[in-house]
C-alpha cells in the first residue's frame, strides 16, 4: 500500500507556511512588471501562431506533358473590321489554327470603343469554291460605275443595289469580273432599269474611290455589297444599312441569288423592300455588312505549354486586302493566362503572398495606337510574353493540398514595318520553371510549448532579480549597521 506520506515525498512543489514568507514592495512592483511582460509576450507569441508562414522555392514546372493553359483576351481594334478579323494560334510543335470562332465572340464598335449592336455574326466566312466562271467570257462592261457623286442616287432609285467594291490589281477581284459583267447584263436583260427598277448591279474601283469604300468600311476586295431602298430590318439580326455576299461567285451562282433579292419586291418603281417574312431560314451566303470599321475581340484559346502565337489579322482565304489601308492598332481590356481567379481567390492570394498577383493581367489597360498615313502604313505590332506559373499549396497532416495557381508575365511591345498585311501578335514563352509557395501551419503544440516557456521564464527571471534585489538590500543595511558600530 502506498500510504499519503509516501505520496508526499515526491510532491515538487512543497509548501513554506505563510508565517515564514515576508512581501516587500519591490516584490510587488517586480510581480507587476512580470505579469505585464508574460501578456505583453502571449500576445506576441499568439499573433506569430495565427500569422500566416509560407515557404517560396523555384522547382521545375509539374503541369503534365498533356496539359493546356487558357488565354482570355479582349481587345478592341478600332480600324478592324469584324468582318475580316481572325484569331489564329501557333507554336513551336507545329500546331497552326487559323481562324478560331467557337470560343470567340466579335462585336462592331464605333471609335470611341462603343458596342453599335449585338454580336456579330459568329463562325466563319463560307469558303467560297467557285470564285469566277471556269470559261472567262468577257463581252464588256454590263455593271454601272459608281462613284461618290452618283452612288446615293443609285441607292435611292433602285430597290436592290448590288455592289461590286474592287480592286483592279487584286487576283480575286479580277476573277470575278468577267462574271459579275455577264451577271449585270443578264439581270439588265430580265429588269430592265428603266422600265422595272427593282434591281441593279454596279461596281467601285476601291483604288480610285478610297473614301466611298472608306465609308462603307471595305477591307478587303473584292466585297459585294447589297443596299436595299428604305429600311432593312432582320428579325434575327436586327436593324442594318446592308448586307455582305459570301457565296459562289460563277455567273449561274450570282444570277441566282440576284433572282431570289427580287423575287419578293412588287414590280413597282419606287417600292421599299423589304425582307421576305415567310422565309425563316438564314442564307449563310449572305450576312448583314459591318455597320462601323471597328471590332472588339473577346474570349479564350487554349495553347501547349510550349513557346507559340496568338496572331490578330484580317484573313480570307477568297480576299485580297490592301497592307496600307490595314490599321491594327488597339486596347487592351484583358490578356491573361491560366484559370479566372475571382475576386475572392485574388483577396486569398493578396492575404497570403502579399507580393503576387500584381502582374496577372500585365497588359490590361494598355493602347497601342498608330496614326494613320504613310509614315506609319504597314505597321506590325508585336507583344512578347514571359510567363511564370505560381503554385500555392499547403501542408495539411503531411499531404500536400493545392489552393491556386496563377501565371504572371512580363511584356515587353514594338511596332514593326512590314511589306505584309499588318498584325497583331502576342509571343508567350512559358518558363520550364515555377514559383512553389507552400503554407506551412504552426502546430499548436509548439504554440502550448511556447507559451508554457514564457511563464516559466518570466517568472524565474523575475524571481532570480528579486532575490538578487532583495539581497542587495539586506548587505546594505549590514553594512549601515556596521558603520554604526
Known sequence: MITSSKLKSVDFYRKIPRDLTEASLSGAGLSIVAALTMVFLFGMELSNYLAINTATSVIVDRSSDGEFLRIDFNLSFPSLSCEF???????????????????????SIDQNLVPTGSEFHPGPIPTVNKHGDDVEEYYGDG?????????DSYSHQYSVLVVNFYAPWCY???????????????????????????IILGKVDCTEEADLCRRHHIQGYPSIRIFRKGSDVKENQGHH??????????????????????????????????????????????????????CRIEGFVR????????????????HSFDPSQINVSHYVTQFSFGKRLSSKMLNELKRLTPYLGGHHDRLAGQSYIVKHGDVNANVTIEHYLQIVKTELVTLRSTKELKLLEEYEYTAHSSLVHSFYVPVVKFHFEPSPMQVLVTEVPK???????????????????????????HNTLRLVKKVELGKNI
Open 303 to 318: 495553347v501547349k505549354k510550349v513557346p507559340g502565337s496568338v496572331v490578330i489579322s484580317a484573313r480570307s482565304g477568297s
Open 443 to 469: 502546430s499548436f503544440s509548439h504554440f502550448i510549448t511556447n507559451v508554457c516557456a514564457i511563464i516559466g521564464g518570466v517568472f524565474t527571471v523575475a524571481g532570480i532579480l528579486d532575490s538578487i534585489f
Open 143 to 151: 455593271s454601272v460605275a459608281l462613284s461618290s457623286r452618283n452612288f
Open 85 to 107: 478579323a481572325s484569331v489564329d494560334v501557333s507554336d513551336v510543335l507545329g500546331t497552326n489554327r487559323l481562324n478560331i470562332t467557337k470560343t470567340v465572340r466579335k462585336y
Open 241 to 294: 444599312d446592308h448586307e455582305s455576299y459570301y457565296g459562289e461567285r460563277d455567273t449561274e451562282s450570282l444570277v441566282a441569288a440576284m433572282e431570289t433579292y427580287v423575287a419578293n419586291i412588287p414590280k413597282e418603281v419606287h417600292v421599299l423592300a423589304l425582307e421576305d417574312k415567310s422565309n425563316k431560314t438564314v442564307d449563310p451566303a449572305k450576312r448583314p455588312a459591318p455597320l462601323t470599321s471597328g
Open 172 to 198: 480575286w477581284s479580277n476573277r470575278l469580273k468577267p462574271s459579275w459583267e455577264n451577271t449585270a447584263k443578264i439581270i439588265r436583260e430580265r429588269y430592265d432599269p428603266e422600265m422595272d427598277g427593282r
